[in-house]
């Protein structure tokens, strides 16, 4: 049975392998603008071209789409697993700690892409993913104690709403009205893969190294304190890089996290590892599924990455119910 596991677990590594590159060359492929398979390898063959030709918009546009996507969804991921194996649950992501709705506040505040670097954006995200995710983490360890599940499972979600409307009110301001911002609100609500393009390559090899040092530091063992808290401030540098990238994206990481733990049977480096390319998997599919179905130019990919997470945090919810069942009735059969 042992063998078996190692089997399958090995096979689903190798399955998302595939998966990542089949949705990589489709989120080059697909959009607006579809590209044909001999023009994909003639452009990447020889970068850059005139506006408007293949050249142009396989590496101008998708190419910082794909890095985007998939930079995103690898850090958001880590960040679930770092902090899933901090407070030893799998239900949890960096935007139901509040995490999310402060990183993205952050970047607002930070300023547009074309006034604010990238270094300057992911800093800021990542300030306010720490402040967000230390106030949230507090009130769960020091005064959560006496509280039910309800309202401690509802603690982070509800600061993180809170911090995304301030982000949504704050944007709006900064655009000098609603009407005027409509077009960037849904990056800052839910996000999408088009907010940061020219800032992608630098955000996207940031990301890479943010993913290296964690694997480096969960290798060394658990940060200063341990626990909920030691996870705070590598989740928040994460969580801040993935929002100035790609935007709050709605449970991004949580399928990652959750697939990852498994594939790396529950050891903290195996399953950061592992959660990373299913993180990107989720993304990047998620983008290439809405624009090849839809007519938009610009779809929310946060809103289907949500929906993703959704029914992953259900799964985890009721395999969490069976699993109290299952150690009741085994007592029961020995004694028999």
Do not use: K, N
């Amino acid at each position: 049975m042992l063998g078996g596991r190692r089997a399958a677990r090995a096979g689903a590594a190798g399955a998302t392998a595939v998966l990542l590159a089949a949705s990589s060359v489709a989120a080059l492929l697909v959009g607006e603008y579809p590209v044909p398979w001999h023009e994909l390898a003639r452009a990447l063959a020889t970068p850059g071209g005139e506006p408007g030709s293949v050249g142009f918009i396989v590496w101008e546009l998708r190419v910082p789409r794909v890095v985007a996507g998939a930079g995103a969804g690898a850090v958001f991921a880590a960040a679930a697993a770092v902090l899933q194996g901090a407070w030893g649950s799998r239900a949890l992501d960096v935007r139901l700690l509040g995490m999310g709705g402060g990183a993205v506040l952050g970047a607002v505040l930070a300023g547009p892409v074309g006034q604010a670097g990238p270094v300057e954006r992911a800093a800021a995200a990542a300030a306010g993913a720490l402040a967000a995710g230390a106030a949230v983490t507090a009130v769960l360890r020091r005064m959560g104690a006496g509280w039910g599940p309800v309202r401690r499972a509802a603690a982070g979600p509800v600061a993180d709403v809170v911090l995304t409307a301030a982000a949504v009110a704050a944007a709006a301001r900064a655009a000098g009205g609603w009407e005027a911002a409509w077009a960037g609100l849904a990056w800052v609500a839910v996000g999408t893969l088009s907010g940061a393009l020219e800032q992608a390559l630098v955000l996207g090899a940031l990301c890479a190294a943010a993913v290296a040092a964690v694997l480096v530091l969960s290798a060394a063992g658990p940060g200063p304190g341990g626990g909920p808290w030691g996870a705070v401030v590598p989740a928040a540098v994460l969580c801040g890089l993935g929002t100035a990238l790609a935007g709050p994206l709605l449970l991004a990481g949580l399928p990652g996290a959750v697939v990852g733990s498994w594939i790396g049977g529950g050891r903290p480096v195996r399953s950061v590892a592992a959660a990373v390319p299913v993180g990107a998997c989720t993304v990047l599919v998620a983008d290439v599924v809405l624009r090849s179905a839809g007519e938009w130019a610009e779809p929310a990919v946060g809103l289907a990455t949500g929906a993703v997470g959704v029914a992953v945090l259900a799964a985890v919810a009721a395999s969490g119910r069976a699993e109290p069942v299952r150690r009741r009735r085994e007592p029961r059969g020995a004694v028999r």
